[in-house]
């Protein structure tokens, strides 16, 4: 079946440090990819979102690159802020109305 | 646009009682909602999806005698947790599609259950 796969954190960075964190995906056919952020004590915020191959989504200083060649959906950011401190969930979805599959959550906590 | 809301925020209950937890789309109609559940550091684990004037669809070992899922409107859609026990304490989390051709999911805030 599909899975995703992001790396475990927790990710502990210093203000204004450059972010990654990684997602491989397998599925059957060309999903829909996204990144999700929580809050602590919230519920998921879409991030960002990409529909096909090589398609860049971006939002808030967050990149990530669809990568049909590598299955990847990378997520990046340049310089983070503490207030970026969050759990980053990447998800795919196959088809339009259909139920996302979830990496299991990266925790990232910025240091001042 | 796209917001979703829950009520309650958190609830807790006694042993053997039942809670319902609502789910909401304030600015969109969603045919479609999705029930989760999420344990402390873990990720979200789906419950069950809920269509519009249909039964929800349950995955595997979730059991639908206890977790009760009722999408009477466009806009509306509530679990309700029968009979509780301790270990059905969690954060629930629903979420909804705006739209039939959407592929994006919104997310409500959560409601932090505790059984007691």
């Known amino acids: 079946g599909d899975s995703v796969t992001q790396m475990e954190g927790p990710v502990t960075l210093s203000e204004e440090a450059f972010l990654t964190i990684n997602c491989t995906y397998t599925?059957?056919?060309?999903?829909?990819l996204f990144w999700y952020v929580q809050y602590p004590g919230e519920g998921l915020q879409l991030l960002l979102k990409a529909t096909k191959a090589d398609d860049k989504g971006s939002n808030k200083g967050f990149e990530a690159t669809y990568r049909k060649e590598t299955t990847s959906f990378h997520l990046e950011k340049g310089s983070v802020q503490v207030s970026d401190s969050a759990v980053y969930f990447c998800?795919?979805?196959?088809?339009?109305?259909?139920?996302?599959?979830f990496g299991g959550g990266t925790r990232v906590l910025v240091k001042p | 646009g796209a917001v979703v809301s829950q009520h309650p925020s958190w609830v807790i209950c006694k042993s053997g009682t039942s809670v319902k937890i609502e789910c909401r789309s304030l600015?969109?109609?969603?045919?479609?909602m999705f029930w989760y559940r999420q344990f402390p550091k873990q990720s979200l684990m789906l419950m069950a999806t809920?269509?519009?004037?249909?039964?929800?669809?349950?995955e595997q070992g979730v059991e639908k005698d206890k977790f009760l899922i009722n999408h009477a409107s466009l806009t509306l859609s509530t679990l309700t947790v029968t009979s509780a026990h301790p270990e059905d304490s969690s954060f629930y989390i629903c979420s909804a599609i705006p739209g039939q051709g959407a592929y994006e999911q919104y997310f409500g805030p959560g409601t932090r259950l505790t059984v007691t």
């Open positions: 998800a795919s979805n196959k088809a339009a109305g259909n139920k996302l599959t």
């Open positions: 809920s269509n519009e004037g249909s039964k929800a669809t349950y």
């Open positions: 599925a059957t056919g060309y999903p829909s």
């Open positions: 600015d969109f109609q969603a045919t479609t």
